[in-house]
T-cell receptor, first 112, second 115 residues
Framework: GENVEQHPSTLSVQEGDSAVIKCTYS??????FPWYKQELGKRPQLIID?????GEKKDQRIAVTLNKTAKHFSLHITETQPEDSAVYFC???????????FGKGTRLSVIA | ETGVTQSPTHLIKTRGQQVTLRCSSQ?????VSWYQQALGQGPQFIFQ???????GRGNFPPRFSGLQFPNYSSELNVNALELDDSALYLC??????????????FGDGTRLSIL
Protein backbone atom coordinates (compact mmCIF):
# COMPACT_ATOMS: atom_id res chain seq x y z
CA GLY A 1 0.00 0.00 0.00
CA GLU A 2 0.84 3.67 -0.07
CA ASN A 3 3.52 4.99 2.29
CA VAL A 4 4.08 8.72 2.86
CA GLU A 5 7.30 9.99 4.43
CA GLN A 6 7.49 13.57 5.73
CA HIS A 7 10.52 15.68 6.68
CA PRO A 8 11.55 17.38 8.84
CA SER A 9 9.64 16.35 11.94
CA THR A 10 10.30 19.74 13.55
CA LEU A 11 11.16 23.07 11.97
CA SER A 12 11.91 26.43 13.58
CA VAL A 13 12.12 29.61 11.52
CA GLN A 14 12.36 33.31 12.26
CA GLU A 15 9.29 35.40 11.54
CA GLY A 16 9.41 36.59 7.95
CA ASP A 17 11.58 33.71 6.73
CA SER A 18 10.36 30.90 4.47
CA ALA A 19 9.56 27.35 5.56
CA VAL A 20 9.69 24.24 3.38
CA ILE A 21 8.26 20.83 4.28
CA LYS A 22 8.89 17.83 2.04
CA CYS A 23 7.00 14.58 1.49
CA THR A 24 7.62 11.49 -0.59
CA TYR A 25 5.10 8.85 -1.58
CA SER A 26 5.53 5.29 -2.78
CA UNK A 27 2.47 4.50 -4.93
CA UNK A 28 2.75 5.95 -8.43
CA UNK A 29 -1.05 5.63 -8.75
CA UNK A 30 -1.55 8.38 -6.15
CA UNK A 31 -2.80 11.54 -7.81
CA UNK A 32 -4.18 13.81 -5.09
CA PHE A 33 -2.00 15.50 -2.48
CA PRO A 34 -3.55 17.71 0.22
CA TRP A 35 -1.85 19.55 3.04
CA TYR A 36 -3.46 20.03 6.45
CA LYS A 37 -2.63 22.40 9.29
CA GLN A 38 -3.47 21.26 12.80
CA GLU A 39 -3.23 23.67 15.70
CA LEU A 40 -3.05 22.29 19.22
CA GLY A 41 -6.36 20.74 20.21
CA LYS A 42 -8.04 21.62 16.93
CA ARG A 43 -9.15 19.82 13.80
CA PRO A 44 -6.86 19.31 10.80
CA GLN A 45 -7.66 22.13 8.41
CA LEU A 46 -7.15 21.77 4.67
CA ILE A 47 -4.88 24.60 3.55
CA ILE A 48 -4.00 23.64 -0.02
CA ASP A 49 -4.12 20.63 -2.32
CA UNK A 50 -2.68 19.64 -5.68
CA UNK A 51 -3.60 17.06 -8.28
CA UNK A 52 -1.14 15.12 -10.40
CA UNK A 53 -1.95 16.99 -13.60
CA UNK A 54 -0.47 20.18 -12.09
CA GLY A 55 3.14 20.82 -11.08
CA GLU A 56 2.62 23.80 -8.83
CA LYS A 57 -0.21 25.62 -7.06
CA LYS A 58 -0.11 28.82 -5.08
CA ASP A 59 -2.49 30.52 -2.66
CA GLN A 60 -1.16 33.78 -1.24
CA ARG A 61 1.81 32.87 1.01
CA ILE A 62 1.39 29.13 0.55
CA ALA A 63 2.52 27.07 -2.42
CA VAL A 64 2.80 23.38 -3.17
CA THR A 65 5.02 21.76 -5.79
CA LEU A 66 4.75 18.22 -7.14
CA ASN A 67 7.36 16.10 -8.91
CA LYS A 68 5.58 12.98 -10.16
CA THR A 69 8.73 11.41 -11.56
CA ALA A 70 10.53 11.58 -8.23
CA LYS A 71 7.28 10.99 -6.29
CA HIS A 72 7.72 13.91 -3.97
CA PHE A 73 5.81 17.07 -3.15
CA SER A 74 6.61 20.06 -0.97
CA LEU A 75 4.83 22.81 0.95
CA HIS A 76 6.35 26.29 0.84
CA ILE A 77 5.28 29.02 3.25
CA THR A 78 6.73 32.48 2.61
CA GLU A 79 6.86 35.47 4.97
CA THR A 80 6.04 33.26 7.94
CA GLN A 81 4.04 34.68 10.83
CA PRO A 82 3.64 33.45 14.43
CA GLU A 83 0.12 32.25 13.61
CA ASP A 84 1.65 29.81 11.10
CA SER A 85 2.97 27.82 14.08
CA ALA A 86 1.21 24.44 14.02
CA VAL A 87 1.67 20.83 12.95
CA TYR A 88 1.46 20.35 9.19
CA PHE A 89 0.51 17.04 7.60
CA CYS A 90 0.90 15.98 4.00
CA UNK A 91 -1.27 13.20 2.56
CA UNK A 92 -1.76 11.24 -0.63
CA UNK A 93 -4.59 9.31 -2.20
CA UNK A 94 -5.51 7.60 -5.44
CA UNK A 95 -8.31 8.38 -7.86
CA UNK A 96 -11.89 7.98 -6.78
CA UNK A 97 -13.33 7.89 -3.29
CA UNK A 98 -10.18 6.59 -1.64
CA UNK A 99 -8.74 7.23 1.81
CA UNK A 100 -5.93 9.62 2.60
CA UNK A 101 -2.56 8.26 3.71
CA PHE A 102 -0.88 10.81 5.97
CA GLY A 103 2.70 11.61 6.77
CA LYS A 104 3.73 11.79 10.43
CA GLY A 105 3.62 15.57 10.54
CA THR A 106 5.99 18.53 10.88
CA ARG A 107 5.83 20.78 13.91
CA LEU A 108 6.53 24.31 12.64
CA SER A 109 7.50 27.00 15.12
CA VAL A 110 7.71 30.59 13.92
CA ILE A 111 9.79 32.67 16.30
CA ALA A 112 8.88 36.33 16.58
CA GLU B 1 -23.13 25.63 5.23
CA THR B 2 -22.81 23.42 8.31
CA GLY B 3 -19.39 21.88 8.93
CA VAL B 4 -18.51 18.44 10.25
CA THR B 5 -19.56 17.92 13.85
CA GLN B 6 -18.56 15.11 16.18
CA SER B 7 -19.82 13.98 19.57
CA PRO B 8 -18.86 13.59 22.28
CA THR B 9 -15.74 15.76 22.47
CA HIS B 10 -14.17 13.74 25.26
CA LEU B 11 -14.82 10.28 26.64
CA ILE B 12 -13.25 8.14 29.33
CA LYS B 13 -13.77 4.39 29.32
CA THR B 14 -12.19 1.34 30.94
CA ARG B 15 -10.70 -1.69 29.27
CA GLY B 16 -13.26 -4.14 27.89
CA GLN B 17 -16.03 -1.57 27.54
CA GLN B 18 -17.71 -0.53 24.31
CA VAL B 19 -18.00 2.96 22.84
CA THR B 20 -19.98 4.71 20.09
CA LEU B 21 -18.75 7.90 18.48
CA ARG B 22 -20.93 10.03 16.23
CA CYS B 23 -20.31 12.26 13.23
CA SER B 24 -22.55 14.57 11.23
CA SER B 25 -21.20 15.22 7.78
CA GLN B 26 -20.96 18.60 6.12
CA UNK B 27 -24.07 19.62 4.23
CA UNK B 28 -24.08 18.10 0.74
CA UNK B 29 -21.44 15.48 1.51
CA UNK B 30 -22.20 11.77 1.03
CA UNK B 31 -18.95 10.20 2.23
CA VAL B 32 -17.60 9.86 5.75
CA SER B 33 -14.11 8.62 6.58
CA TRP B 34 -12.93 7.78 10.09
CA TYR B 35 -9.34 8.18 11.24
CA GLN B 36 -7.48 7.40 14.46
CA GLN B 37 -4.81 9.89 15.50
CA ALA B 38 -2.43 8.78 18.24
CA LEU B 39 -0.49 11.46 20.10
CA GLY B 40 2.25 12.91 17.91
CA GLN B 41 1.24 10.90 14.86
CA GLY B 42 -0.62 11.50 11.63
CA PRO B 43 -4.21 10.28 11.25
CA GLN B 44 -4.56 6.57 10.39
CA PHE B 45 -7.45 5.46 8.18
CA ILE B 46 -10.00 3.19 9.87
CA PHE B 47 -12.79 2.92 7.29
CA GLN B 48 -14.96 4.91 4.94
CA UNK B 49 -18.69 4.96 4.24
CA UNK B 50 -20.15 6.06 0.92
CA UNK B 51 -23.90 6.20 0.47
CA UNK B 52 -24.45 3.94 3.51
CA UNK B 53 -22.02 1.22 2.35
CA UNK B 54 -18.52 0.51 3.68
CA UNK B 55 -16.14 1.65 0.95
CA GLY B 56 -12.72 0.62 2.16
CA ARG B 57 -11.11 -0.35 5.43
CA GLY B 58 -7.70 0.20 6.94
CA ASN B 59 -5.63 -2.14 9.09
CA PHE B 60 -7.95 -2.20 12.11
CA PRO B 61 -9.47 -5.30 13.79
CA PRO B 62 -13.16 -6.24 13.40
CA ARG B 63 -13.99 -4.84 16.83
CA PHE B 64 -13.89 -1.48 15.04
CA SER B 65 -17.17 -1.20 13.17
CA GLY B 66 -19.37 1.52 11.79
CA LEU B 67 -22.37 2.51 9.83
CA GLN B 68 -23.78 5.40 7.87
CA PHE B 69 -27.35 6.62 7.99
CA PRO B 70 -29.59 7.86 5.15
CA ASN B 71 -28.77 11.46 6.11
CA TYR B 72 -25.07 10.52 5.71
CA SER B 73 -24.23 10.91 9.37
CA SER B 74 -22.11 8.09 10.72
CA GLU B 75 -21.17 6.13 13.82
CA LEU B 76 -17.95 4.45 14.84
CA ASN B 77 -18.28 1.59 17.32
CA VAL B 78 -15.39 0.02 19.18
CA ASN B 79 -15.89 -3.13 21.24
CA ALA B 80 -13.64 -4.68 23.88
CA LEU B 81 -11.65 -1.46 24.36
CA GLU B 82 -7.90 -1.76 24.87
CA LEU B 83 -5.44 0.72 26.33
CA ASP B 84 -3.95 1.31 22.86
CA ASP B 85 -7.33 2.56 21.64
CA SER B 86 -6.67 5.81 23.50
CA ALA B 87 -6.46 8.41 20.74
CA LEU B 88 -8.21 11.25 18.95
CA TYR B 89 -10.86 9.88 16.59
CA LEU B 90 -11.45 12.10 13.60
CA CYS B 91 -14.29 12.05 11.15
CA UNK B 92 -13.94 13.63 7.72
CA UNK B 93 -16.66 14.18 5.16
CA UNK B 94 -16.41 14.70 1.42
CA UNK B 95 -18.50 14.61 -1.72
CA UNK B 96 -17.70 11.24 -3.23
CA UNK B 97 -17.93 11.08 -7.00
CA UNK B 98 -16.42 7.65 -7.55
CA UNK B 99 -13.89 8.98 -10.02
CA UNK B 100 -12.10 12.06 -8.72
CA UNK B 101 -10.75 12.91 -5.30
CA UNK B 102 -12.66 15.54 -3.43
CA UNK B 103 -11.34 17.44 -0.41
CA UNK B 104 -12.00 15.86 2.95
CA UNK B 105 -13.04 18.21 5.75
CA PHE B 106 -12.50 17.16 9.34
CA GLY B 107 -14.47 17.53 12.51
CA ASP B 108 -12.92 18.49 15.85
CA GLY B 109 -12.63 14.84 16.85
CA THR B 110 -13.47 12.80 19.92
CA ARG B 111 -10.66 12.29 22.40
CA LEU B 112 -11.04 8.79 23.84
CA SER B 113 -9.10 7.81 26.94
CA ILE B 114 -8.99 4.20 28.13
CA LEU B 115 -8.12 3.56 31.77
Amino acid sequence: GENVEQHPSTLSVQEGDSAVIKCTYSDSASNYFPWYKQELGKRPQLIIDIRSNVGEKKDQRIAVTLNKTAKHFSLHITETQPEDSAVYFCAASKAGNTPLVFGKGTRLSVIA
Amino acid sequence: ETGVTQSPTHLIKTRGQQVTLRCSSQSGHNTVSWYQQALGQGPQFIFQYYREEENGRGNFPPRFSGLQFPNYSSELNVNALELDDSALYLCASSLGTGTSNQPQHFGDGTRLSIL
